[in-house]
């Protein structure tokens, strides 16, 4: 079925990776690198949580059904009450959750910042052992901290690379895959006439803020400069919305960008109907090989406007923990994530659901994956020079909200200017 996960941080992480980068040990790390719900609280009997989960795809409930039924086996007298929730519905939810004070113990989504800055959940210290703390790859680690203290802990991770159908290349007469903007728009439109859609482009709600970063750091632009300050309106994050209003115009992308999510595009390529579009290290579980295992694609580095720079989006999604006023809860908590955090059964996680590995031992189970690593390995590579969106900054979570409702309606009509002033006055309120 469906990848939803992965949202992007805001600054470079190189330098963490250098020190991983040697011999590979990380690539070979990473190989794939009815819905539970409970109206219990949780904690209030000091051994009863609920976990709130992500939905990837088709097998995440299988998984966390199944690691519950293990940890409560292992563990007589606690139990976990568990609901998985789509990645279109999460936003909503845990909005619902704050608002109402029903925060589950524990919850699988892709920010933190704002609960730590609201005082809301332990720090991860707090939650997990030292030997937990200590298993996670710094790149990621540096990733899970507000203020200079961890409160995330690191669940996957993911990097986005561009892919393109080497049929559909060949019947439209283009040698290889664009470099830069110029190549992108001329192959789109040479796709279009050979029948097919030229440019997946997703700017619906699902994650609209992932494309968009995506292309606007590729034009130089991106959420912040390089102090931190929010610059959203600038002018190169202008011009990359022109670039792609212009696209939607040619209509050489798929009707509708801006109420078109990932899944839709990435189910479409998986179908040879798309030539190209910016893609994720779960495509290939996730949707090409649920439907043809020979579609014949390349992955290359994303194009950029001028083709010198190919910047990658670096993405994961952690857990955090939320404290309780209903009763202890701390104690049944920091039993369940250290039992998850478990090599095994970090490594059957991040395997199950076609991501990179966020810890060193669960990398390691997954290093005698071999087959993988040819795949995996263009993605490992690109994190050693990853933009992350600003996911430390408590305000990212409304701009978040912001980019995924408003961003879509620049290519479809709208004045990128305005659009994207509108949503720099969201991040400088911070609401």
């Known amino acids: 079925m469906t990848k939803h996960a992965m949202r992007a941080e805001g600054y470079s992480v190189k330098r963490h990776l250098a020190g991983l980068a040697g011999g590979l040990s990380l690539a070979l790390a990473l190989t794939g690198c009815g819905k539970g719900s409970s109206s219990d609280s949780g904690g209030s009997d000091g051994k009863t949580i609920r976990f709130v989960a992500?939905?990837?795809?088709?097998?995440?409930?299988?998984?966390?059904?199944a690691l519950i039924k293990d940890f409560e086996a292992a563990n007589p007298g606690y139990r976990v009450n568990l609901e998985v929730v789509d990645w279109e519905q999460m936003d909503s939810k845990v909005k619902t959750y704050v608002q109402t004070k029903q925060e589950p113990d524990i919850l699988n989504y892709n920010k933190f910042s704002d609960f730590a800055r609201d005082d809301l959940v332990y720090k991860a210290q707090d939650v997990v052992s030292p030997k937990v703390l200590a298993d996670f790859l710094p790149v990621f680690r540096q990733q899970a901290q507000y203020q200079g203290t961890q409160y995330g802990l690191p669940l996957l991770s993911s990097a986005r690379l561009f892919f393109y159908n080497k049929d559909i290349f060949a019947k439209a007469g283009i040698a290889g895959p664009p470099s830069t903007w110029a190549e992108v728009e001329a192959d789109a439109k040479k796709i279009k006439r050979a029948g097919y859609i030229g440019l997946g482009l997703p700017l619906g709600a699902e994650e609209a803020q992932a494309e968009f970063q995506i292309w606007a750091m590729n034009n130089g632009g991106g959420w912040t400069d390089s102090s931190g300050k929010w610059t959203i309106d600038q002018q190169a994050n202008v011009d990359t919305l022109t670039y792609l209003r212009k696209l939607t115009k040619e209509k050489v992308t798929q009707p509708n960008p801006e109420a078109t999510n990932r899944k839709d595009v990435f189910n479409e390529f998986a179908q040879g109907k798309i030539g190209m579009l910016n893609g994720a290290v779960f495509l290939?579980?996730?949707?090409?090989?649920?439907?043809d295992k020979k579609l014949n694609y390349g992955v290359e580095a994303l194009?950029?406007?001028?083709?010198?720079t190919h910047k990658t989006l670096g993405v994961q999604d952690y857990l955090v923990a939320f404290k309780k006023s209903d009763g202890p809860n701390k104690a049944a908590v920091k039993k369940f994530l250290d039992f998850f955090y478990q090599k095994e059964n970090a490594a059957k996680f991040v395997s199950t659901e076609g991501f990179l590995s966020v810890t060193k031992s669960?990398?390691?189970?997954?290093?005698?994956?071999?087959?993988n690593t040819a795949y995996?390995?263009?993605?490992?590579?690109?994190?050693?020079?990853?933009e992350f969106a600003p996911a430390d900054d408590p305000a990212w979570a409304a701009v978040?909200?912001?980019?995924?409702?408003?961003?879509?309606?620049?290519?479809?009509?709208g004045d990128p200017a305005k659009v994207l002033g509108e949503i720099q006055k969201t991040a400088q309120k911070g609401d």
């Open 303 to 308: 194009p950029s406007k001028d083709g010198s």
């Open 284 to 291: 290939r579980k996730g949707f090409i090989d649920p439907v």
């Open 362 to 371: 669960a990398g390691a189970v997954l290093s005698s994956d071999s087959p």
């Open 400 to 413: 978040d909200g912001a980019v995924k409702q408003r961003i879509g309606t620049a290519v479809a009509g």
């Open 376 to 386: 995996y390995k263009p993605f490992v590579d690109a994190l050693a020079a990853a």
């Open 54 to 65: 992500a939905k990837y795809d088709d097998d995440t409930q299988a998984y966390w059904t």
